[in-house]
C-alpha cells in the first residue's frame, strides 16, 4: 500500500466513524502518519476533555483505522 492509499484508507476510516462524534458534538482530524504505523489524529468540539475519549479512541477510532489500514500499529490523540 502506497503512502497516499495509505492515506486514502484512514480518511475512510475516520469518514466511518465521524457521524458518531459529531453526533455527541464531537469531531476528529488526521494530522499525520509516521513510519507507516503511527497515526496522530485530534479529537475536537466535546470530544476535548470527555472523559470516555480514551475509551473512544481506542475501541472505536483506532480499532475503525485497522480494519482499513491493517498495518497500522497505534493511533494517539494529540491535543490542540
Given at each position: 500500500?502506497?503512502?497516499?492509499?495509505?492515506?486514502?484508507?484512514?480518511?475512510?476510516?475516520?469518514?466511518?466513524?465521524?457521524?458518531?462524534?459529531?453526533?455527541?458534538?464531537?469531531?476528529?482530524?488526521?494530522?499525520?502518519?509516521?513510519?507507516?504505523?503511527?497515526?496522530?489524529?485530534?479529537?475536537?468540539?466535546?470530544?476535548v476533555?470527555?472523559?470516555?475519549?480514551?475509551?473512544?479512541?481506542?475501541?472505536?477510532?483506532?480499532?475503525?483505522?485497522?480494519?482499513?489500514?491493517?498495518?497500522?500499529?497505534?493511533?494517539?490523540?494529540?491535543?490542540?
Amino acid at each position: 500500500m502506497t503512502a497516499e492509499e495509505l492515506k486514502l484508507n484512514i480518511e475512510k476510516a475516520l469518514d466511518e466513524i465521524r457521524p458518531f462524534l459529531q453526533s455527541d458534538g464531537g469531531d476528529i482530524s488526521l494530522l499525520s502518519i509516521e513510519d507507516g504505523k503511527l497515526v496522530k489524529v485530534q479529537l475536537q468540539g466535546a470530544c476535548v476533555g470527555c472523559s470516555v475519549n480514551q475509551m473512544t479512541l481506542k475501541s472505536g477510532v483506532e480499532m475503525t483505522i485497522k480494519k482499513y489500514a491493517p498495518q497500522i500499529e497505534h493511533v494517539i490523540n494529540v491535543e490542540a
